[in-house]
């Protein structure tokens, strides 16, 4: 069954007109008179609908599925083409809730502040449209692009870790989760660097805040340690 994104008071209509991506989506499609197609809103919410040629038809209630109670937060610095957009996307598919676009000093790709908010709603379509492709019932919400320093205090108000050598060897990052799990609470994240990695003195504040951690011996490109890490953050939560 072919999914689109719609509003969530679109879902409490039995009739629709689509509108905007999923209208173009609708078209490229090519649905069959009689067809069932499921809207959802990204919220947690969706609902069947026939397709008449002309319109939509509920043919279903509204399906509701409640949010996870512990976030996954994905703090990385943005990399560049679209090593970015494959982050967005396959992030998505693996159950992230929260993605924090960082810019650092050594991040390749500088985003002027005018800029910054046609580039954020740019994210938020590719997140939805991975969690349309996926079956996932929610979009993550993607932050406003931040200033290392910026992420830095937003970092500070979950559970963080950061791949990060340091002179002690830290535990991988699966140990730290076994290890926190009996006491943890609230949401986690995961800070992830840019290609250049951070500088000294930007580790060193970032260390003050999150919990240094390996990913393994390999040395990982930046977006594949970010999926990485949330890959197996998302596992341990879906048995935890």
Avoid at 2 to 30: C, P, Q, Y
Avoid at 132 to 141: I, K, L, M
Avoid at 196 to 202: N, P
Wanted: aromatic fraction near 6%; hydrophobic fraction near 40%.
């Amino acid at each position: 069954m072919h999914r689109l994104f719609a509003e969530t008071v679109l879902l409490g209509e039995t009739r629709v007109s689509l509108t905007g991506d999923s209208a173009r989506h609708l078209k490229v499609i090519r649905p069959r008179k009689g067809e069932n197609i499921e809207l959802f809103d990204g919220k947690g919410s969706s609902r069947v609908y026939e397709w008449d040629g002309e319109e939509l038809n509920a043919v279903s209630g509204i399906v509701r599925v409640p949010p996870e109670k512990r976030k996954i937060i994905l703090f990385a610095c943005i990399t560049k083409g679209s090593r970015w957009d494959w982050t967005i996307e396959k992030a998505t598919e693996l159950g992230v809730n929260v993605i924090v676009p960082v810019i650092s000093e050594r991040t390749i790709v500088r985003i002027p502040k005018s800029e910054r908010t046609s580039k954020r709603e740019r994210y938020r379509r590719i997140a939805q449209d991975a969690a349309r492709q996926s079956d996932a019932g929610f979009v993550p919400e993607i932050s406003e692009i931040l200033d290392f320093d910026e992420a830095l205090e937003k970092a500070a108000s979950c559970r963080c870790y950061t791949g990060a050598l340091t002179e002690e060897k830290p535990q991988h990052l699966l140990t730290a989760l076994l290890d926190a799990r009996s006491s943890a609470q609230g949401d986690v994240g995961v800070f992830i660097g840019p290609e250049g990695d951070f500088t000294s003195d930007e580790l060193s504040r970032l260390l003050k805040v999150t919990t240094p951690v390996s990913l393994g011996s390999n040395i990982l490109r930046a977006e594949t340690a970010a999926l990485f890490a949330i890959g197996i953050i998302s596992a341990f939560r879906s048995i935890g």
